[in-house]
């Protein structure tokens, strides 16, 4: 009996249910960097790997040489710095927003002492 309390770890401050909130928000955690980390990757990608087949592919069929190739990885790595500073802007505007829904909480935490 003493073993099986020595194993459990018990936080005696939150309740079981808070743990379990805990532990789903990690895991939620986890897999909203993934998420990010796979949308970062198309948006950088995509664009410039794109524009370097299709720049390739027309100028096989037009029998220029790299014209179309170059002018085109040019515009995928634009596009894809793009890309970028939205997921920044984006990411930037969502801390804003959960830093004001704090400073609300703790405003009306104050007011309820």
């Not at 003493?2 to 194993?7: P, Q, T």
């Not at 309740?15 to 955690?29: A, I, M, T, V």
């Not at 029998?63 to 790595?77: A, H, Q």
């Amino acid at each position: 009996m003493s073993n099986e309390l020595k194993n459990k770890s018990v936080n005696i401050n939150t309740s079981p249910e808070e743990s379990s909130n805990e532990k789903e928000s990690s895991k939620s955690g986890g897999l909203s960097m993934l998420a990010r980390v796979s949308t970062l990757s198309w948006d950088l990608v995509v664009p410039i790997v794109g524009g370097v087949l299709l720049g390739t592919y027309i100028d096989k069929r037009t029998g220029n040489e790299l014209r179309w190739t170059l002018s085109l990885l040019v515009l995928g790595i634009i596009i894809a710095f793009a890309n970028l500073y939205n997921l920044y802007m984006d990411h930037k505007s969502s801390i804003d927003m959960n830093q004001e829904e704090r400073s609300d909480e703790e405003i009306s935490d104050d007011k309820e002492k």
